[in-house]
């Protein structure tokens, strides 16, 4: 089946630090990708995404790759800031299965 | 504005007590989902539906309930049944089933 794997947090950062979160994904057919930003105590809100292989998603900075020959989706942003502290998903839409799988999520602190 | 409303926020159920969880939308979309998520852990589906009158069983269905009477609407029940209701709900919806989804605030369960 699918599935989404992302890299242990947390991550724990200095500000103006360079960010990578990793994603990798099993799926069959060509999935959308997504990347989701959670604030303590809310929901999930669209980060970006990407339709189709070789896609670049971009969003606040964030940036975030569509590779299908390593079926990644690894997310970066040049420059982190405390108010990046979330945690962050990683996700894929399979018309088989009509509905988001997600990743386990990576918390990130940002520290001043 | 347009969104996604869970109600209530926060919500407290005695054991062996069915409770409803409120989601409504204004976004006109066909599609909508219930996931659970769990402290560190990413989320996992409970229902969804793509049409009115019309839904499937996630990952997680057993002890929960749903209805979609109405296109804005996808109330979910947890009953007696469900051996550990405690977690943070979320609601989301989508225009269509390979379209990113957007989430609900979330209501978080507590049972005392």
């Known amino acids: 089946g699918n599935s989404v794997t992302q890299m242990e947090g947390p991550v724990t950062l200095s500000e103006e630090a360079f960010l990578t979160i990793n994603c990798t994904y099993t799926a069959t057919g060509y999935p959308s990708l997504f990347w989701y930003v959670q604030y303590p105590g809310e929901g999930l809100q669209l980060l970006l995404k990407?339709?189709?292989?070789?896609d670049k998603g971009s969003n606040k900075g964030f940036e975030a790759t569509y590779r299908k020959e390593t079926t990644s989706f690894h997310l970066e942003k040049g420059s982190v800031q405390v108010s990046d502290s979330a945690v962050y998903f990683c996700a894929l839409s399979d018309t088989g299965r009509r509905a988001l799988t997600f990743g386990s999520g990576t918390r990130l602190q940002v520290q001043p | 504005d347009g969104g996604i409303t869970q109600s209530p926020k926060y919500l407290f159920r005695k054991e062996g007590q069915n409770v409803t969880l409120s989601c409504e939308q204004n976004?006109?979309?066909?599609?909508m989902y219930w996931y659970r998520q769990d402290p560190g852990q990413g989320l996992r589906l409970i229902y969804y539906?793509?049409?009115?009158?019309?839904?499937q069983k996630g990952d997680i269905a057993e002890g929960y309930s749903v209805s979609r009477e109405k296109k804005e609407s996808f109330p979910l029940t947890v009953t007696s049944a469900q051996k550990n209701p405690t977690a943070f709900y979320l609601c989301?919806?989508?225009?269509?089933?390979?379209?990113?989804?957007?989430f609900g605030q979330g209501t978080r369960l507590t049972v005392v």
């Open positions: 976004l006109n979309h066909d599609a």
């Open positions: 989301a919806s989508s225009m269509r089933r390979e379209a990113e989804a957007f």
């Open positions: 990407a339709t189709k292989a070789d």
């Open positions: 539906s793509q049409i009115v009158n019309d839904f």
